[in-house]
């Protein structure tokens, strides 16, 4: 369902004419679904340790750095793909609308990524997850 939002958004973001609302709209819709969508996936397929929303890694991989890579594996597909975008949007015509959307998506990517860090490390005194 996310994924045909994300679709719908495209479409009607590449119909429009980017220097009106609606265009604006379009624009910033892509890059937040986006980042929905990304959240969605992730935690669905990736592991990150100290996260309550993250799956629990199969008990099985017993090497040092393989276990290190799934319990990280989260933050190190978002760092990875986030510095993608980073390098997309420097090479992007900033005015331009697509270099507008890269640079909304760039900035929804290192909130999702900011948000897995908090969720590691951020302990709420007296939530279920604060411990």
């Known amino acids: 369902m996310v994924a045909a939002i994300l679709t719908l958004f495209v479409v009607l973001y590449v119909a429009s004419d980017p220097t009106t609302h609606a265009g604006t709209f379009y624009g910033n819709a892509i890059a937040d679904w986006l980042g929905v969508l990304v959240f969605v996936m992730a935690t669905k397929y990736f592991f990150e340790i100290g996260s309550g929303e993250s799956r629990t890694p199969s008990s099985r991989v017993h090497i040092r750095v393989g276990r290190f890579l799934i319990r990280h594996s989260l933050t190190i597909v978002l760092a990875t793909t986030g510095f993608g975008w980073a390098v997309a ?21 290192t909130q999702v990524l900011g948000l897995v860090v908090i969720t590691k490390y951020a302990r709420e005194r007296g939530s279920k997850e604060g411990h």
Do not use: C
């Open 89 to 109: 949007f420097a090479h992007s015509e900033v005015n331009s609308k697509a270099g507008a959307v890269v640079g909304n998506i760039l900035s929804d990517w």
